[in-house]
């Protein structure tokens, strides 16, 4: 080989590794893009579309607080009067059922007049049972399981985190403290 081949081969090489190079780097460069894209598409994903909160802000306002507060006003009545929150499978739809509406103005009216999540708005119904039950437990004979359950609750762990939720202690600490006055 004499020294002008050489110097061909050398130049055929550099070039096959600075292609080498420049397809790594473009690989690299299209997956680092294509993960940017798909982090940021996954992000606006999750925030709702414009015409989602055009259309709930004027379902949220063709229903005004005169009419949220009498429906709540309906629905306490019924929940009181029907004890409803003693069915640990109550739900907003049966409830919207009952009362004529749909579940959406029902939601909508126990959030705007009670600032409270449907399960919290029935858990403070099946709370105040609870804790009245609680006070009679020895004229009763029950256990404080016994006394969930009767609340509507379906777990003990529901019941205790709805009861400190609500009275700021547990079942046992609420008993003592009245048995105490």
């Known amino acids: ?11 055929f090489l550099l070039i096959e590794i600075i292609a080498i190079i420049s397809s ?4 690299l460069v299209a ?3 294509s993960r940017k894209l798909l982090k940021d598409s996954r992000q606006t994903s999750l925030l709702p579309s414009s015409s989602y909160f055009k259309r709930n802000h004027s379902y949220s306002n063709s229903f005004s607080f005169k009419k949220k507060k009498k429906l709540f006003q309906k629905l306490t009545t019924y929940v009181e009067d029907q004890q409803v929150f003693l069915n640990s499978n109550i739900c907003l739809k049966e409830l919207s059922d009952a009362l004529g509406t ?4 029902l939601s909508l009216a126990i959030n705007s007049v009670s600032k409270k999540t449907f399960i919290d708005f029935i858990n403070h119904y099946r709370i105040e049972h609870a804790k009245h039950q609680l006070i009679n437990i020895y004229d009763l004979n029950y ?24 009275c700021g202690m547990t079942p046992s600490n609420y008993l003592k403290k009245h048995l105490k006055t």
């Open 143 to 166: 256990t404080i399981e016994a006394i969930a359950k009767g609340s509507g609750f379906k777990s003990m762990s529901a019941f205790y985190n709805a009861f400190k939720k609500n």
């Open 102 to 105: 749909n579940s959406k103005y």
């Open 31 to 33: 997956y680092f893009t």
């Open 24 to 27: 790594v780097l473009m690989i």
């Open 1 to 11: 080989m004499n020294f002008q081949s050489l110097v061909v081969l050398d130049a």
